[in-house]
């Protein structure tokens, strides 16, 4: 099923490479999956954001049974401009997971209609480096399951060296679930580079 997933971004001409660069590594536990594209990617054009997206998937994440059915960890590594506001976090996100859901079902379920899609995000901390946020996205799971999904994100942005970087943790568990550890973990080693 993460094939699946390999084979959409390359059908919309956004996989770079399907393994992760030495030197832009987003470590995981080994039996997590990962790619590398560009951003924006195919499916999702109209995004702002100008970079490249690093991703590490659960090893349940195309299966509806598993407790890390659509779970992972992302980074974006971005351009400086635009400047990363809620505003046009929110934006990039919607654009993201919309476009993503077109391109995967593309016309399978004409009922879907992406622009329902909904984030909910909520500034936790601004005050320093990394600005933190929670999230909610009401959106439809095109890969496995094809039915609406409430996904819990918990992102954060900061600028350094002249780039800016999203980092964000996705899962539709509650955030007492045991994956959130796991995408902890993998966000702390990344924020240690």
Known sequence: MLRMVAVSLLMSGS???AAEPKTAQLAAPQDWA?????LPPGFAPDMKLKGTEH?????GMMKPESDSFFCYAFVFELEPQPALTEAVVKEEFLKYY??????VLRGKLPDVDPSDF???LQLVKSDTEPAVYT?????????ATKKSQKL????QTWARNDRNYIF?????????????KQLHAIRTDYLKK
């Open 15 to 17: 996989l770079l490479v």
């Open 34 to 38: 990962g790619e590398t594209i560009a």
């Open 55 to 59: 991703v590490r998937f659960a090893p």
């Open 98 to 103: 919309r476009g993503l859901c077109k391109a």
């Open 118 to 120: 909904a984030l909910e």
């Open 135 to 143: 999230g909610k996205l009401d959106w439809v799971e095109p890969f």
């Open 152 to 155: 819990n994100l918990e992102i």
């Open 168 to 180: 964000a943790c996705v899962s539709p568990q509650a955030r007492d679930a045991a994956i959130w």
